[in-house]
């Protein structure tokens, strides 16, 4: 069992930024055979991939809609991945989940994601 937690989030006006952090704990939790994803749910739509990392080799992944304002990094020696979103727009708001990827990374679908955070409420006021 992996155990998902994240913080961070909170009410931001356009155009600030915002780090958010994903804390990965559990007995089977092994860095190495994970990859992290970030999703974002706005109220009414389905979860959306942001970004994903590769806990191994730090192998970062972006859609392209996604590139330039979201940067994904990790600290394995603290078992924690970072989002940090630049230039919001109020149509970032949502819900920010972070999630694992049992033996794999970079998946986009929600569906190969094994582990899920509850989430943490980013609201970005115009």
């Known amino acids: 069992q992996v155990q998902l937690v994240e913080s961070g989030g909170g009410l931001v006006e356009a155009g600030g930024s915002l780090g958010l952090s994903c804390v990965a704990s559990g007995r089977s939790f092994i860095s190495f055979k994970y990859g992290i994803g970030w999703f974002r749910q706005a109220p009414g739509n389905g979860r959306e991939f942001v970004a994903a990392?590769?806990?191994?080799?730090?192998?970062?992944y972006y859609t392209n809609s996604m590139k330039g304002r979201f940067a994904i990094s990790r600290d394995n020696a603290k078992n924690t991945v970072y989002l940090h979103v630049s230039s919001l727009k109020p149509e970032d708001t949502g819900v920010y989940y972070c999630a694992a990827q049992f033996r794999g990374s970079g998946s986009t679908s929600s569906a190969n994601y094994r582990y899920w955070g509850q989430g943490t409420q980013v609201t970005v006021s115009s």
């Open positions: 990392i590769n806990l191994s080799d730090g192998r970062t």
